[in-house]
């Protein structure tokens, strides 16, 4: 087939050429001193994006090894953690957190829909001795296509004493995070999501208030320790060898992030949504997500009746070369999802919607042609940049 593959995934994403190439470079010493200019610069950039000027580590890890690093730093074993979920990765986190030892209460919202602040303030509430020692949520429900507002969530804690710790692996960079404005401790995000790189870094970023409570730290922990992260950062090293071309990698990503600007990034991230939700709508289809809680980074689209969202993706696939992700566990063949984060452009969304409409109508699926196009045109032509 000719032309790249559209990879419109919720991660990994599309990388930009720069990126490329800037990974394909010879390999240097990670202890030495060319290392140790990038991993302070790249550390930097990183922090910027998490909106923190306290601790960030970086790992040669997928999402879910952050996660763990986040559990075996931060909760000992026997504490009481209340974990927040809102589909598959909000259970995630509280598994992990049960895995090693912690007691977990469980707030969970239906698939589709954003957590509940409210309901947190009443749980804490009921925490009078205040034995919680951490709240777990995610920022962005990748299965689900919906994101929690983590200011209103931190601000349901009042003032419980608990750590706010959050998963941001696919919305940080794609929606608006700030983690000391909204006085999160704890925040973990990877590589291969809008920070427009392969998968392979975890990022960890986590408070001075966090780093205390970690030196009390009773859990298991080797790889993933803290405190020997740190004492290397100082150095201007990691503690194991890093992952040096994502390093370079990461290092060309955000000086295009920083060329954009943090601002607008965000802002495009929006209009996407925006434009993908209406062009769906105009097609006839449904939505999982509300506008209010709607992702930025992905959209949920459900398959007419509920089934055949598998055999839409497969048609997607084999006549337009257009990569969609699936629904997991009991959304599976329900919907598809449309990643929209990172290294993607209006261009590409129009695409995707014309070839949307082509594959619904060869499916059976009643719909005018040209409808979801047209609302995405205009979409396009009305939008400020
Ligand atoms: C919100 C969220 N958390 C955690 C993960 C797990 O990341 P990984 O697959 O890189 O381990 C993902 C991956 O898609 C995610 O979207």
Redesign the pocket.
Same mark, same amino acid.
């Given at each position: 087939m000719i032309g790249q593959q559209y990879l419109m995934l919720?991660?990994p994403t599309p990388i930009p050429e720069r990126v490329l190439q800037a990974m394909n470079r010879p390999m240097i010493n990670h202890r030495g001193p060319e290392f140790k200019d990038m991993l302070l610069e790249v550390t930097k950039g990183v922090k910027m994006v998490y909106g923190t000027d306290h601790n960030l580590l970086i790992y040669p890890s997928? @999402?879910?090894?952050v996660?763990e690093a986040s559990i075996v730093n931060f909760i000992s074993p026997g504490d009481k953690v209340l974990a927040i979920s809102i589909g598959v990765?909000g259970d995630?986190f509280a598994s992990i957190a049960q895995n090693f030892g912690a007691q977990v209460q469980k707030l969970s919202f239906k698939w589709g829909q954003a957590a509940d602040p409210t309901q947190l303030r009443e749980a804490l509430a009921r925490d009078q001795e205040k034995k919680i020692k951490a709240v777990l949520v995610?920022h962005?429900?990748?299965s689900t296509g919906t994101f929690n507002d983590i200011k209103a969530i931190k601000e349901a804690m009042q003032d419980h004493p608990a750590l706010l710790m959050v998963?941001c692996?696919?919305g940080l960079g794609a929606l608006e995070f700030q983690m000391d404005a909204w006085g999160v401790d704890v925040a973990l995000s @990877?590589s291969?999501k809008a920070f427009m790189i392969p998968?392979g870094l975890g990022f960890m970023a986590f408070s001075d208030r966090a780093l205390k409570i970690h030196r009390r730290n009773t859990n298991h922990r080797f790889y993933w320790d803290v405190t020997e992260g740190l004492k290397y950062l100082e150095k201007g090293q990691t503690a194991f060898t890093p992952a040096v071309s994502l390093f370079y990698g990461l290092q060309e990503a955000l000086s295009m992030m920083l060329e954009e600007g943090l601002d607008h990034i965000i802002k495009r991230h929006r209009r996407y949504r925006d434009m993908v939700r209406a062009s769906i709508r105009a097609m006839g289809l449904d939505l999982l997500a509300a506008d209010t809680e709607a992702s930025t980074a992905v959209t949920a689209v459900l398959a007419p009746g509920r089934s055949g969202a598998n055999q839409i993706r497969n048609r997607m696939l084999k006549r337009f070369n257009i990569a969609l992700a699936g629904g997991q566990l009991e959304l599976d063949d329900v919907m598809f999802r449309i990643g929209h984060l990172g290294y993607v452009r209006e261009l590409d969304l129009l695409a995707v919607i014309a070839a949307l409409e082509i594959t619904m109508l060869e499916s059976g699926f009643k719909l005018e042609l040209g409808a979801g196009v047209n609302r995405a045109q205009r979409f396009i032509s009305e939008a400020e940049d």
């Open positions: 919720p991660g997928s @999402g879910t090894g996660l990765f995630r995610t962005n429900e990748t998963d692996v696919s @990877g291969q998968p």
